[in-house]
Structure formats: structure tokens, C-alpha cells
């Protein structure tokens, strides 16, 4: 088991906070063309979030965190495969509304919505901090 940093748009942070999200997708990252695993079950995530004492989100340290997240589900998955309950779970009400902000995020690029990229789902839920 793991700390690891994990950070989401304002909206969606606001999501993981009132517990409407429950799950992220993520692009792989691959070493010398193999999928690097970077999640796994069992794992505390801590999201990274401004604060007065550190602004910008991506410098924030592990020790200013004040979200924690247990990892209890990781698995590998084509984006298609996706249905409404999951869509729900990322915190909308259903795979058309995800699926126009995965092409804000990633249009006009490998990852866009219609190329049905394999994506890393991580299943989660709020926790205390350890």
C-alpha cells in the first residue's frame, strides 16, 4: 500500500468531496511501449487541492492534504465499455454528459472519445487521513 498524489478539475474535487464521484478514468502511461501500473487496490490517494499555503494545486505537499481516498478497485478497460452507472459514478448524470467533457479534455488527440482508448479505472471512496 501506497500514498499516492491524485489530482481532479475544481468540478470534479467538488464531486469527490460531496461524494458524487466515486471513480476516475485515466490515461495509461506506458514504459518502452508497456502499460505502467501506477494504482492498486489498497492504495491512499491524497488529492492535491489549492490552499492558502500552497496556490497551485500540483506543488501541493502530501502533509496539506485534506481529502484521502482508498483505492478499492483498479483495472484496465477500452472507454466504450463505460455505461451510465459508471458514467454516475465519475459524478454525471450519464455517458453523453461524461463523454462531452472527455473531449474537452482529450479532442483532437489520440485519447479522444472516438478512438475508444484503453483507460485505467480507479474505483475509490473517501477514507480518513492515515
Same mark, same amino acid.
Given at each position: 500500500?501506497?500514498?499516492? !498524489?491524485?489530482?481532479?478539475?475544481? &468540478?470534479?474535487?467538488?464531486?469527490? #468531496?460531496?461524494? +458524487? &464521484?466515486?471513480?476516475? +478514468? +485515466?490515461? @495509461?502511461?506506458?514504459? /518502452?511501449?508497456?502499460?505502467? =501500473?501506477?494504482?492498486?487496490?489498497?492504495?491512499?490517494?491524497?488529492?492535491? =487541492?489549492?490552499?492558502?499555503?500552497? !496556490? /497551485? &494545486?500540483?506543488?501541493? !505537499?502530501?502533509?496539506?492534504?485534506? #481529502?484521502?481516498?482508498?483505492?478499492?478497485? #483498479?483495472?484496465? =478497460? !477500452?472507454?466504450?465499455?463505460?455505461?451510465?452507472?459508471?458514467?454516475?459514478? =465519475?459524478?454525471?448524470?450519464?455517458?453523453? %454528459?461524461?463523454?462531452r467533457l472527455w473531449d474537452q479534455m482529450y479532442g483532437k488527440t489520440e485519447h479522444?472519445? /472516438? %478512438?475508444? @482508448?484503453? #483507460?485505467?479505472?480507479?474505483?475509490?471512496?473517501?477514507?480518513?487521513? @492515515?
Amino acid at each position: 500500500m501506497s500514498d499516492v !498524489p491524485i489530482m481532479f478539475k475544481d &468540478k470534479m474535487y467538488d464531486d469527490v #468531496v460531496a461524494g +458524487r &464521484k466515486t471513480a476516475t +478514468r +485515466r490515461i @495509461p502511461k506506458r514504459r /518502452n511501449g508497456v502499460i505502467t =501500473e501506477r494504482w492498486h487496490k489498497g492504495d491512499l490517494l491524497y488529492v492535491k =487541492e489549492k490552499t492558502d499555503e500552497q !496556490p /497551485n &494545486k500540483m506543488f501541493m !505537499p502530501k502533509r496539506l492534504a485534506t #481529502v484521502w481516498l482508498l483505492v478499492t478497485g #483498479v483495472y484496465l =478497460e !477500452p472507454l466504450w465499455d463505460m455505461t451510465d452507472d459508471d458514467a454516475r459514478a =465519475e459524478g454525471f448524470l450519464d455517458l453523453v %454528459a461524461f463523454s462531452r467533457l472527455w473531449d474537452q479534455m482529450y479532442g483532437k488527440t489520440e485519447h479522444d472519445w /472516438n %478512438a475508444d @482508448p484503453l #483507460v485505467w479505472v480507479i474505483v475509490f471512496e473517501r477514507t480518513e487521513r @492515515p
